[in-house]
């Protein structure tokens, strides 16, 4: 316990936040949870942030387990993750969508579950996210990871809270502001994770 309490980085802690707050993109998802509010009626911000966080948490402690029951590596899943959030970035970037998410559970007219389906997951904690977490486990220590999700996990709460606010603050042009500058943050750390560990595949 001691041990893990001392892998405490403010770096790591900074970096895998920022990764994950370019990978959920609450701020650019803003339109999508309001049109899951006006089709639910409303929708519950504290169970949505809890579902997603514990998704996200379970999948840094477990997902490593996962990969070795299936035969594959951290530095194998990293580079494949790599390639991932490369292709999120164009999203960001250039507008356009790449992944398409299976929408027919906004059929179910039910606040509570639209919280949890398609909110919480796959919105929040979506296959973007949770390939970061494990891309970032080849690199940093979980203390660090499990901070920048608890971190992020209180930003969405927030967004979630006061997201008609913030999109009529923030505009359209704000926000696709927001998603361009993330996306390009984001494709250099996806450059970054390719390069530092392809070369342990090679080795």
């Known amino acids: 316990m001691s041990e893990f309490l001392l892998s405490f980085n403010l770096t790591e802690v900074a970096t895998a936040a920022m990764i994950l707050f ?10 999508m949870i309001i049109n899951i509010k006006q089709s639910a009626g409303r929708i519950y911000p504290v169970r949505a942030t809890v579902v997603s ?9 477990l997902g490593e387990k996962i990969l070795k ?34 929408t027919s559970i906004n059929n179910i007219n039910n606040p509570k579950v639209h919280s949890i389906v ?3 997951f796959p919105i929040i904690a979506g296959a973007g996210s949770m390939t970061s977490i494990l891309s970032l486990r080849a690199e940093f220590e979980a203390l ?6 608890i971190i992020n996990m209180v930003v969405v709460l927030v967004v979630l809270l006061l997201t008609n606010k ?9 926000i696709n502001v ?22 342990f595949l090679f080795a």
């Open 22 to 31: 370019a990978v959920i993109d609450i701020i650019g998802g803003i339109p």
């Open 118 to 120: 398609p909110l919480a």
């Open 53 to 61: 966080m514990l998704i996200m948490v379970a999948f840094l402690f």
């Open 144 to 149: 660090n990871i499990l901070i920048a999700i």
């Open 166 to 174: 913030i999109e009529r603050l923030l505009g359209d042009v704000g």
């Open 69 to 102: 029951v299936v035969g594959v590596d951290i530095y194998s899943f990293a580079v494949a993750g790599s390639f991932v959030l490369f292709f999120l970035a164009l999203e960001m970037i250039l507008g356009i969508k790449l992944f398409k998410e299976d």
């Open 178 to 199: 927001l998603r361009k500058a993330f996306g390009i943050i984001l494709l250099a750390i996806a450059v970054k994770l390719f390069s530092s560990n392809a070369k």
